[in-house]
T-cell receptor
Framework: SQKIEQNSEALNIQEGKTATLTCNYT??????LQWYRQDPGRGPVFLLL?????KEKRKERLKVTFDTTLKQSLFHITASQPADSATYLC??????????FGKGTSLLVTP | EAQVTQNPRYLITVTGKKLTVTCSQN?????MSWYRQDPGLGLRQIYY???????DKGDVPEGYKVSRKEKRNFPLILESPSPNQTSLYFC???????????FGSGTRLTVV
């Protein structure tokens, strides 16, 4: 069956450090992979999309890598700030036109 | 402002009483989708639509109906709600499958 796996344990890091979150998948052949941020009780907010033929994508302090051989994406936040504390979700295009989400990883950045 | 608007934000209802959660987007997006989010289960897709009059089932469609008569609107209908449909619901829209989705603020539904 198709699976999208993100670290279920919260990631705690110190302000200023780089946070790295992982998304692994099985039984998908995605054309693209997306990352979202979600704050408690609010809707997810789209951050970045990377296509299968792209290795890396950047947006300000965010960087995403996509390795279709390893079936893995890494999401990096450089110079992290307390305001970056949230849950980060990985999403893949599934069968048909479905978009399937992982369960997310909670990030806590402490001053 | 570009947005997806869901109504209501909060709803408490009784088992078996039909309800509709509305969703509207003002971005002329082709794709629209409904998700439910439950603790420990994450976001699960209920139904999605690629265009007017074109809809398809997601992972958890049982007990739900949708319609897409106009491009901007994608209502979620619960014909006979049950307590296991108590959840946080999100509507989302996208220009196409290869673009990020814009999500609504959510509807917290409680069925007693």
């Amino acid at each position: 069956s198709q699976k999208i796996e993100q670290n279920s344990e919260a990631l705690n890091i110190q302000e200023g450090k780089t946070a790295t979150l992982t998304c692994n998948y099985t039984n998908y052949s995605p054309a693209y992979l997306q990352w979202y941020r979600q704050d408690p009780g609010r809707g997810p907010v789209f951050l970045l999309l990377i296509r299968e033929n792209e290795k890396e994508k950047r947006k300000e302090r965010l960087k995403v890598t996509f390795d279709t051989t390893l079936k893995q994406s890494l999401f990096h936040i450089t110079a992290s700030q307390p305001a970056d504390s949230a849950t980060y979700l990985c999403a893949l295009d599934g069968s048909g036109y479905a978009l399937n989400f992982g369960k997310g990883t909670s990030l806590l950045v402490t001053p | 402002e570009a947005q997806v608007t869901q109504n209501p934000r909060y709803l408490i209802t009784v088992t078996g009483k039909k309800l509709t959660v509305t969703c509207s987007q003002n971005m002329n997006h082709e794709y629209m989708s409904w998700y439910r989010q439950d603790p420990g289960l994450g976001l699960r897709q209920i139904y999605y639509s690629m265009n007017v009059e074109v809809t398809d089932k997601g992972d958890v469609p049982e007990g739900y109906k949708v319609s897409r008569k106009e491009k901007r609107n994608f209502p979620l209908i619960l014909e006979s709600p049950s307590p296991n449909q108590t959840s946080l619901y999100f509507c989302a829209s996208s220009l196409s499958g290869a673009y990020g989705y814009t999500f609504g603020s959510g509807t917290r539904l409680t069925v007693v």
